[in-house]
């Protein structure tokens, strides 16, 4: 899995693959470097990365995480970029929803005449084996939905038309 995380503002692409009982995690597409990680407690974690030993506590907030190292508090951000492409597909201002990437339309959450305001989940695409909720571009009426459930679609199919 690759994730695109912010700390301040610095932004990494950080690949994290299962290895064994840790982790494979390779930074910016740099060295793999192996990460063992143990949860003692509830939100408190053992991690072992280059033969050091860090305490890491981790509590979500809004937007992201607060990540807690030795008494220092880092506020990140960790988005799945598939994730981010498609939630942030589509939507001209005029209410036109698209997929960014190809996918199968799994579920329909309105229909034609369905008044919907801004951010309203309207339907629901998986892609890379990840159901993305996607959500109205606008408010208005559900004017034309142009995909059925169980469609195959690809990226920049138009799905559904908001006036």
């Known amino acids: 899995m690759i994730y695109e995380v912010t700390h301040g503002d610095n932004v990494r692409q950080i690949e994290v693959q299962v290895s064994g009982d840790g982790f494979e995690v390779r930074i910016d ?6 990460v063992d990680v143990r949860e003692p ?15 890491v506590g981790l509590c979500k907030e809004e937007g992201g995480w607060a990540v807690d190292i030795y008494g220092t ?8 970029p598939r994730r981010k492409a498609l939630r942030l597909a589509g939507g001209s201002s005029q209410g036109l929803l698209k997929t960014s990437m190809p996918g199968r339309v799994v ?11 801004k951010g309203d989940p309207i339907i629901v695409v998986e892609a890379m084996k990840m ?33």
Do not use: W
């Not at 508090?73 to 799945?80: E, M, W």
């Not at 579920?107 to 305001?117: K, S």
């Not at 408010?139 to 908001?162: D, N, R, T």
């Open 29 to 34: 597409g740099g060295e793999a470097v192996y």
């Open 107 to 117: 579920r329909l959450l309105v229909e034609v005449g369905t008044n919907v305001e």
């Open 131 to 163: 159901e993305n909720e996607m959500k109205a571009p606008t408010q208005g009426v559900v004017k034309e939905i142009f995909v059925a459930e169980g469609e195959a679609v690809e990226a920049g199919s138009s799905l559904v038309l908001v006036e």
């Open 73 to 80: 508090t880092h506020s990140i951000q960790a988005v799945d």
């Open 41 to 55: 407690a509830p939100n408190v974690f053992s991690v072992l990365c280059n033969e050091l030993s860090y305490e």
